[in-house]
C-alpha cells in the first residue's frame, strides 16, 4: 500500500482526545504486525476515565537503527468546513488531500508505513521502532506512559537510537523545539445578589495576582536570561487567560480561574518559574494547579546525526520551532529531530490538508532514512 491508502484509512478512525483511540491503535498494530514487526499495547484510562493506547512496534533484531514517533489522536473538528463530507471522509481537491488528522499528522505516519512496506525486512541491518501515542494533542500523556513502560523505547534509549518525531515541517530537518508548562490558578468567593453585601467577589484576591504575572511576563520579555535568539519569537511566550464562570452580571462571582500556558527554551530553568508563581499563588490566598510540564528539545546542529538527516532530506540547514512535540517526554533520547511531511500552519484549522506531493516526497524521504539506518 503507498501513503494515500493508510491515510484514507487512519483519517476514518475519529480519534478526537477527547474520545478513545483504541480503535486507530488496533488498527496501527495490525498494520505493523502485518509488515513483520513485534509490538507492545500499552493501555491506560486518562483523568476522564476514557480509554486510551499507544502501540510501540520493533522490526528486525539486535539495537541501533531508527526510531520514529507519531501521535494517533487529533484535535476537535467541531468547525469543519466541509460540511457535506465532514471531517473524517477525506476529500481530495487541487492535488491535496483535506480531512482532519491529515497533516497533524497522520499523513506523516502513513508516509513511514508505506516506506516500511516497501523495504524488505530481510535486508535489515538494524531494527526500525516505530512508536505512536494518544493524548498529545492534550499533554503528552501518552508519551509519558510510553517512558514508563515501554521496553522498546528502553531499548532505544539504552542504545541511544537516532530518532524522528514525525510532526510537520515541510520535511525539514528541526533541531529544537521550544518546552511548555501550564498551570491554573483558582480565587474562591461567594455568589451572591450583587446588590447586596452577602458575597465575596473571587476576582478581588485574583486581581493583585495577576499584577505579579504581568510583572513576570515583562520580566521575561526584558531580562536575557529568558531569550534564545534561536527561536521566533525569542521570549518565553506566555498565555494568560482569566474567567469567572459567573452566568449573570449582578451575581457575585464565586470563583476566579486564571489559566496559564507558557514556553520555555532549551537551557532555561523553568522549574524556578513554576516555584515562583505557586509560591505567589499561595502567598495571596490562592489554589495552585500544575497542568502540564514538557521539556524543551535540543539536539546540536552540528551533530552527525542532523548533518546525516539535512543530507537525506536534501536541506542547507536545520531549524527551531516554537511549538512542542511529543519530544517533551524523549528527553532521553540524545539525537533526535523533528521531520515530517506537511505544514505545522494547516495543523488545526477547519480545512486541515496535507498535499498529495508532500505524502509522495515523505515516502520517498523516509525510505532513505530507513535505508541509511538500517540496511547499512
Not at 528486525?60 to 468546513?81: E, N, R
Not at 501515542?133 to 499533554?139: I, L, N, P, R, Y
Not at 522498546?152 to 524522528?164: D, G, L, N
Not at 520555555?264 to 523553568?270: H, Y
Request: proline share 5%; charged share 20%; with cysteine.
Amino acid at each position: 500500500m503507498d501513503a494515500l491508502s493508510y491515510l484514507n484509512d487512519l483519517i476514518s478512525y475519529p480519534s478526537v482526545s477527547s474520545s478513545s483511540n483504541e480503535a486507530v491503535t488496533s488498527h496501527v498494530a495490525e498494520i505493523l504486525a502485518s509488515l513483520g514487526f513485534e509490538t507492545e499495547r500499552l493501555d491506560y484510562l486518562d483523568e476522564a476515565g476514557v480509554a486510551k493506547s499507544s502501540v510501540v512496534g520493533k522490526r528486525g533484531s539486535g539495537t541501533g537503527g531508527i526510531g520514529y514517533f507519531a501521535h494517533t489522536d487529533v484535535v476537535p473538528a467541531d468547525d469543519w468546513l466541509e460540511v457535506e463530507s465532514g471531517p473524517f471522509l477525506p476529500v481530495i481537491r487541487d492535488e491535496k488531500l483535506y480531512a482532519r488528522g491529515s497533516c497533524d499528522m497522520k499523513g506523516s505516519l502513513a508516509c513511514f508505513l508505506a516506506a516500511c512496506a516497501s523495504l524488505s525486512a530481510e535486508e535489515q541491518t538494524a531494527p526500525i521502532y516505530v512508536t505512536c501515542t494518544a493524548d498529545e494533542e492534550v499533554g503528552f500523556t501518552g508519551a509519558a506512559d510510553v517512558v514508563a513502560r515501554s521496553s522498546y523505547y528502553r531499548e532505544m534509549v539504552k542504545s541511544q537510537t537516532p530518532a524522528i518525531i514525525g510532526e510537520p515541517t515541510l520535511l525539514s530537518v528541526v533541531h529544537a523545539h521550544k518546552g511548555v508548562g501550564g498551570f491554573r490558578v483558582i480565587s474562591r468567593g461567594k455568589a451572591a445578589h450583587s446588590s447586596t453585601r452577602d458575597g465575596l467577589n473571587a476576582n478581588l484576591a485574583m486581581i493583585p495576582f495577576l499584577q505579579e504575572m504581568l510583572t513576570i511576563h515583562r520580566e521575561t520579555e526584558t531580562d536575557l536570561q529568558w531569550q534564545n535568539t534561536e527561536f521566533d519569537p525569542p521570549t518565553v511566550t506566555w498565555n494568560i487567560g482569566i474567567n469567572d464562570h459567573t452566568s449573570a452580571v449582578n451575581i457575585t462571582p464565586p470563583q476566579s480561574v486564571c489559566t496559564v500556558y507558557f514556553r520555555p527554551m532549551p537551557g532555561m530553568n523553568s522549574d524556578q518559574l513554576f516555584s515562583r508563581v505557586q509560591n505567589l499563588a499561595e502567598n495571596h490566598g490562592l489554589e495552585y494547579h500544575e497542568e502540564i510540564r514538557g521539556n524543551a528539545v535540543y539536539t546540536d546542529p552540528t551533530s552527525p546525526f542532523v548533518r546525516e538527516m539535512l543530507a537525506l532530506t536534501g536541506t542547507d540547514r536545520p531549524r527551531t520551532v516554537s511549538y512542542g512535540t511529543d519530544g517533551a517526554m524523549f528527553t532521553e533520547l540524545d539525537h533526535l529531530v523533528v521531520c515530517g511531511p506537511g505544514d505545522i500552519a494547516q495543523a488545526h484549522t477547519h480545512d486541515e490538508w496535507i498535499s498529495l506531493d508532500q505524502l509522495k516526497l515523505g515516502t520517498d524521504i523516509y525510505q532513505k532514512v530507513i535505508r541509511h539506518y538500517c540496511q547499512t
